[in-house]
């Protein structure tokens, strides 16, 4: 094709128009199509003369969504660039003049409205539907050099590229830079064009077998999600081409292919893997050129690329292969061959299947435009084969069979709907010789509309009564096998039989219940489609409302090559079934669910535990805080249920201190890096991953941050991350917002500096159900062990970040304004929050008193001043020594916040605390023997038995008493008197004095160890006074640190050891707990895994000629419809577990064969020897 005649093609992000561009010289040739007829009409637009001759020159062309309401107006952006030239320094104000990069922003409806730019590069506009984007256009330009963005508001509508200022710059990430660099240009523009998913930046890198996915908004340029996997050893360890990705329309699934045959699936809502599923043929060459989702984001049509044999012709043959995700038909994959051989579809980086809102385009060789999804080859495979069907009574028997040798019979009972399997013939059929394949249930009885049968299918319609009085009943379509999932009707039919009491009883009732639990065990070996049930529908609600203990269990250890098979994903938010939801309405999570069984039924928390467990040790065997993602939110329903051991028990997990981060979105700066290298405890990071601002290279920035030139060590520590997403986001944080803070917008300079110095957040918060977890954790747990954690560690010191700066401001408000006017706001504040009880506390005594003593002192001075009362020096004086020692005090208590003055005023005050009783104990020995002198001394007066100093001493009893405490010695002429001052001393001196030595020093070495968290146990208090609930930077999703490594070694240490000794105590032994735990799920359970799956123990060839095999769900054969069958190859999905355990298999077997056949070898040589030795001895003999 000449290059005059290239064509490139854009859909709108509402899949509304279609706009096709071919590089003409002289002039720009675009023609508009409707996406709903492909009707077009020609635009001619001026322009620039386009250098075509120019081979290293690339375009790229973008349409947005309409401007404005009502009207029909859209922008067209066509770009010009070279991908191999990359400056930074190449201006960006329209009129510049750069020869070799150039963009043009036109209106559809107004030709004479054109916007240039000398920025060039990859070119898109965002889906103005996002709700942040209302009334805004925003135009995406990517080059080699870094990524431009600028918003024009639809209303005010400003010039695009008219003031520099407004271009937003952003550096491309470090992985997708160095890619480029070595990639070829064309591989580089391909990259880029693939790198834009809808309003997403996606970058991918692989290095140690460690697949990661890093997910931008472009919008805000923050990192959304993080998608890890770790490739088998198996996988290839070269990336070939650049990624595909696909998105479904829900935002729920990422499709991904990195070059290699095999594809990878993601849930978008916590990053977890879904599964991975390789293609495989028998010429095994294969390239997966296309993903997109279709039909309601329930299927996915993948385009293949195929090579023929080299003896015949080098030909490029495309493949259409649709995957039915959701469902159990055995023949969800369908593959057919592209018809149109002599026009094929152009797959390069310009001509890409366009995919928007569910409707696909392609572009042929020659130019034409055609919906990809109504292709007659794509419709035939589109949906499963359709077979001639029969419609069919059942109201009389509710029994019929679905085969010729009656051995799949169709049940229909007042609550379910059955298909049962017979493994014996017609004559010797016997209920205990048949198999249950399906089961659905509802909780009413079943009211059959129409039914449909055939040759081992049926369709059924009937009517589903609704959960609410004034909504109809909806109809329902059951067509078995092929659009039904029979791992969803079955974990259902359970929970319902769990909750209809009228049918959950007798015999024949506990045997279907068996039959669907085995049924259930069944599909736990064939994982993509347990985990994509999972996701889809609640089976494991079901199951924990259920209380299937035992089969919870069985999901969550399944094993498969002795590690964990993570059949079951954790979801928080509703499958989007209709536009009816949003895809961003949470659910109850399956962990809430567990919590409330417990709570309403007295259920056993023996599920819970189970589930916790699975949480944890995934976070921490894959270093994925995805796991994690359902726990935060069930953290304050654990404490609402009074299970506050499982919280305890939570934290103790390893995952909450070796959590470790990736770091290249944080952009770690040289000063952070040092100060968590040298951090004695740990250090955390005030940044958020996201795309690195342009800014960042500015004098300004330099200016700003000068700390930043500090070189990094060489030897650095490892940045880890708190594994609880959002565990510091409030669930409602406009309710707690301060009207204060709002005023403050309008009337910022008059009331702003105000409100810093002299008025904290005054809305307090008393609800313990609006907390954050974090806020929640702090509040319900008094022991010292949780401010031991390394989690809850890194988020105290992550808040304490900016809470300190306020600490510091009031101590020194304090010291040099007598009258402590922010002490007194604060008690206000706090007084309203906790109520007089708080002042039962020391250091709230010691605030207290802080705060009025000086402001009593203040006004009565100036009462004296002014006349209205006089003081008297005597009593004025001292009040004023005493205040002044009071607020010394408080000043020293306001340390307790920082490390190692916390420590001390910790240890003093709960020395004080222990020692308070036995003081008072000794106090009233004191009083008696004081009493005891009073009165000997007093006796007789006139006898002068003491010397006057003694008399005087002992004359009144308060002086008796105090003589007594400090027990002045002397000598006594009175023989009651020595044996009075002998026992006090005995008592006093000897006894008491040195018990109470005994007890301060028992609670020194009590206290010495919790003392470590002192500091950040006050700390709480500031930090919670001092929140704001709805900053998202004070209260991010992630939170990120650097810890000490010792630290995080002792914790360890410790937390095995307190394990061990609970296990000791309760009498266990820790071996013999493991071996009773943990189920070997080794080669026995591979090996039966291999037996049941497509890979027998046959050679590939056997498996390739045999087109009768019986295919596993789990490497699921696809249906081969095509038109030119002399070359016809039958494409396998597997799953990447099978597919492991297939190509470890093959290495066994060959290594025993080479070990078989070297023993054989060897066994031959030695007969051989032994045959010669014995001929010597005869042949000397002769």
Not at 725 to 745: I, R
Not at 809 to 834: D, H, N, P, W
Not at 1111 to 1133: G, L, R
Request: proline share 4%; aromatic share 12%; charged share 25%.
């Amino acid at each position: 094709m000449s290059k005059n005649h290239q064509i490139f093609i854009a859909i709108s992000p509402d899949s509304q128009k279609i706009v096709t561009f071919s590089p003409v010289i002289g002039a720009f040739e675009l023609e508009l199509y409707n996406t709903d007829d492909l009707s077009s009409k020609r635009i001619s637009t001026p322009g620039s003369v386009v250098n075509d001759n120019d081979k290293h020159l690339c375009w790229s062309i973008a349409i947005s969504n309409c401007v404005g309401d009502g009207k029909d107006e859209r922008f067209i952006a066509l770009s010009c660039f070279d991908i191999m030239y990359g400056d930074d320094e190449k201006g960006l104000e329209s009129g510049d003049n750069y020869p070799d990069s150039q963009t043009w922003v036109f209106s559809t409806t107004d030709e004479n409205e054109i916007y240039t730019s000398s920025i060039g590069g990859v070119i898109r506009f965002l889906d103005s539907d996002d709700r942040s984007l209302k009334n805004k256009t925003v135009i995406i330009i990517i080059d080699v050099s870094g990524i431009y963005k600028e918003t024009m508001n639809n209303i005010k509508r400003k010039r695009f590229f008219s003031r520099s200022p407004k271009i937003e710059q952003f550096e491309l990430p470090q992985q997708l830079s160095i890619r480029l660099s070595r990639n070829h240009c064309q591989n580089s523009l391909e990259l880029l064009h693939t790198s834009i998913i809808k309003n997403h930046f996606m970058v991918h890198s692989f290095k140690d077998r460690q697949q990661i996915i890093e997910m931008y908004s472009l919008i805000t340029g923050d990192l959304e999600m993080l998608f890890k996997r770790h490739e088998s050893s198996v996988a290839p360890s070269i990336i070939h081409g650049s990624p595909i990705f696909a998105i479904s329309q829900n935002e729920k699934i990422l499709a991904f292919c990195r070059g290699t045959p095999s594809i990878t699936l993601y849930f978008m809502e916590n990053g977890l893997e879904i599964t991975t599923k390789r293609l495989e043929g028998q010429r095994e060459i294969y390239k997966i050129i296309a993903i997109n989702f279709i039909d309601e984001d329930s299927k996915l049509l993948i385009v293949l690329d195929e090579k023929e044999y080299q003896q015949v012709e080098i030909l490029k043959r495309q493949i259409f292969i649709v995957w039915d995700l959701f469902t159990t038909f055995e023949n969800s994959i369908r593959q057919i061959d592209y018809s149109e051989t002599q026009r094929p579809l152009k797959m390069d980086v310009s001509h890409r299947l366009e995919n928007s809102h569910g409707k696909i385009f392609a572009v042929t060789d020659n130019g034409e435009i055609f919906s990809v999804l109504d292709h007659p080859d794509v419709a035939l495979i589109r949906n499963p084969s359709a077979k001639e069907m029969t419609e069919t009574d059942i109201t009389t028997s509710g029994t019929v069979y679905l085969d010729s040798t009656e051995s799949t019979q169709l049940i229909i009972s007042g609550n379910t709907i059955q298909v049962w399997k017979y493994h014996n013939t017609i004559e010797n059929q016997d209920k205990r010789d048949r198999e249950l394949e399906y089961i659905w249930a509802q909780k009413k009885a079943i009211v059959v509309q129409e039914l449909k049968i055939g040759e081992r299918e049926f369709v059924l319609k009937i009517s589903v009564p609704s959960t609410k009085c004034s909504t109809p009943p909806k109809s329902l379509m059951i067509h078995w096998p092929n659009n039904v999932n029979v791992l969803e009707g079955a974990c259902r039919a359970l929970y319902v039989f769990g909750v209809n009491k009228n049918i959950a009883a007798g015999h024949q009732i506990k045997y279907l219940i068996e039959c669907t639990q085995r049924l259930i065990r069944k599909y736990t070996s064939k994982y993509s489609i347990f985990r994509l049930t999972s996701i889809r529908h609640p089976i494991m609600k079901y199951l924990i409302k259920n209380y299937q203990e035992s089969l919870i269990k069985h999901i969550l250890d399944k094993k498969i090559n002795r590690k964990n098979s993570n059949l079951y994903i954790p979801r928080l938010y509703k499958w989007a079934e209709d536009n009816n939801i949003s895809i961003t309405e949470r659910s109850k999570s399956d962990l809430h669910h567990a919590i409330l069984c417990i709570q309403k039924r007295g259920d056993s928390t023996v599920i819970l535990k189970y589930l916790i467990d699975y949480y944890a040790d995934n976070t921490k065997e894959y270093n994925n805080v995805g796991w994690m993602f359902t726990v935060s939110k069930a953290i304050p329903l654990l404490y609402d249920k009074n299970l506050n051991e499982f919280v305890q028990y939570l934290f103790k997990k390893p995952c909450f201190g070796i959590t470790e981060a990736y770091t290249p979105p944080l952009h770690i700066n040289p000063y952070d890096r040092k100060k968590g290298n040298n951090a004695a405890v740990l250090y955390s990071l005030a940044g958020k991953p996201c795309l690195a601002s342009k800014i960042r290279n500015t004098l300004w920035f330099f200016l700003k941050n000068p700390s930043t030139r500090i070189e990094a060590s060489h030897n650095d520590r490892k940045v880890y991350i708190v594994p609880l997403p959002d565990f510091t986001v409030y669930p409602n944080p406009k309710d707690l917002e301060d009207n204060n803070e709002n005023n403050s917008k309008y009337f910022w300079l008059l009331f702003k500096p105000f409100q810093i110095f002299f008025w904290p957040r005054i809305k307090v918060n008393n609800n313990t159900k609006k907390m954050s977890p974090f806020l929640r954790v702090i509040h319900e747990e008094k022991g010292y062990e949780i401010y031991q954690i390394p989690t809850i560690m890194a988020v105290l010191d992550f808040k304490w970040s900016a809470a300190h700066s306020k600490i510091m401001l009031a101590v020194l408000l304090f010291v040099f304004i007598y009258t402590g006017s922010y002490l007194i706001v604060t008690e206000i504040v706090q007084l309203k929050r906790e109520g007089w009880y708080r002042y039962m506390n020391i250091y709230n005594m010691f605030d207290l008193g802080s705060m009025l003593l000086p402001l009593v002192i203040i006004i009565a001075m100036v009462l004296d001043y002014c006349g209205k009362i006089i003081l008297q020096n005597s009593v004025f004086i001292p009040v004023v020594a005493f205040t002044a020692l009071v607020m010394w005090l408080e000043v020293l208590f306001l340390l307790r916040y920082f490390e190692v003055p916390g420590r001390f005023v910790y240890i003093i005050i709960n020395i004080l605390n222990t020692i308070w009783p036995f003081f008072a104990f000794m106090l009233s020995v004191i009083l008696a023997f004081g009493h005891a002198m009073f009165m000997l001394q007093n006796y007789d007066k006139n006898q002068h038995l003491l010397h006057l100093r003694h008399y005087d001493y002992y004359s009144r009893f308060a002086s008796s008493v105090e003589a007594v405490f400090s027990w002045t010695n002397g000598r006594w002429n009175s023989y009651s008197a020595d044996v009075m001052s002998i026992l006090g001393s005995i008592i006093l001196v000897l006894i008491f004095q040195n018990m109470l030595i005994a007890f301060m020093n028992g609670a020194f070495d009590k206290e010495y160890k919790k003392s470590r968290t002192a500091a950040r146990r006050y700390r709480t208090e500031r930090i919670e006074a001092l929140e704001k609930p709805s900053s998202e930077k004070g209260n991010p999703r992630y939170i990120y640190y650097i810890p000490d490594p010792d630290m995080i070694d002792n914790w360890l240490k410790e937390i095995k050891e307190n394990e061990e000794q609970k296990l000791r105590l309760m009498g266990e032994n820790l071996a013999e707990l493991t071996d009773l735990t943990d189920f070997d799920y080794g080669d026995d359970e591979d090996q039966e895994i291999l037996d049941n799956s497509s890979y027998s123990k046959k050679d590939d060839r056997d498996e390739y000629s045999s087109k009768k095999d019986k295919q596993n769900e789990s490497s699921s054969s696809t249906e081969s419809i095509t038109n030119t069958t002399e070359y016809c190859d039958k494409i396998t999905f597997t799953d990447e577990e099978i597919f492991v355990l297939k190509v470890i298999s093959k290495r066994n077997r060959k290594e025993i064969g080479i070990r078989s056949t070297n023993h054989q070898r060897v066994s031959e040589n030695n007969t051989k020897n032994n045959e010669s030795s014995s001929e010597v001895p005869l042949a000397n003999y002769e």
